[in-house]
């Protein structure tokens, strides 16, 4: 059986578009991204891919997961760690012969320095649907950090 499967590119970059830092890591989708996409095929929910998050786990989270880890500091607030995903930030291509290829590409621009950053994960609303750990990032106010997700949804035999 195929499965739905995703992979992450985060990209940093400083004033002026010098890259200072580049981090890609295999996508786990979690219950809560299953069940966001049962609902949205079942009429349930009509919930999309709402927001980008960032947290500080340093394993892949258990399939129950729900939520990203949130940093050590617990003064950084929680509107700090993430970034909404427009409709203009998704392309779908169905041309491939085996899978529909569900791109994702949007900009988080940090509010606050976050140190040792190691995961991130795409959310529906409250649902979180994925998470991808990857090596200690940190993100500092006044750089473009870029996301580049892409989820291959397999489809015939």
């Known amino acids: 059986m195929r499965r739905i ?6 990209d940093v970059r400083a004033r002026g578009g010098r890259l200072i830092a580049r981090r890609t890591g295999g996508n786990a989708v979690l219950r809560g991204g299953a069940e966001l996409v049962a609902r949205r095929l ?16 340093v394993e892949a989270a258990d399939a129950g997961a729900s939520a ?14 993430s970034t909404a995903v ?14 529909v290829l569900l791109s ?3 900009v988080f621009h940090p509010t606050v320095t976050l140190t040792d950053v190691t ?11 994925n998470q991808v750990a990857f090596e200690p990032v940190t993100l ?18």
């Open 5 to 10: 499967r995703g992979r992450l590119r985060l």
């Open 42 to 57: 079942s009429g349930l929910d009509a919930q999309p891919i709402s927001a980008v998050g960032v947290g500080f786990g």
């Open 68 to 81: 990203l880890t949130p940093p050590a500091d617990s003064s950084v607030p929680a509107a700090a760690l």
């Open 86 to 99: 427009t409709p203009d930030d998704v392309t779908v291509r169905t041309d491939r012969p085996d899978a």
């Open 104 to 106: 994702l590409a949007t």
């Open 119 to 129: 995961e991130a994960g795409l959310f529906g609303g409250d649902r979180l649907y």
């Open 140 to 157: 500092d106010v006044g750089q473009d950090v870029t996301f580049f997700w892409e989820i291959d949804f397999p489809y015939g035999h």
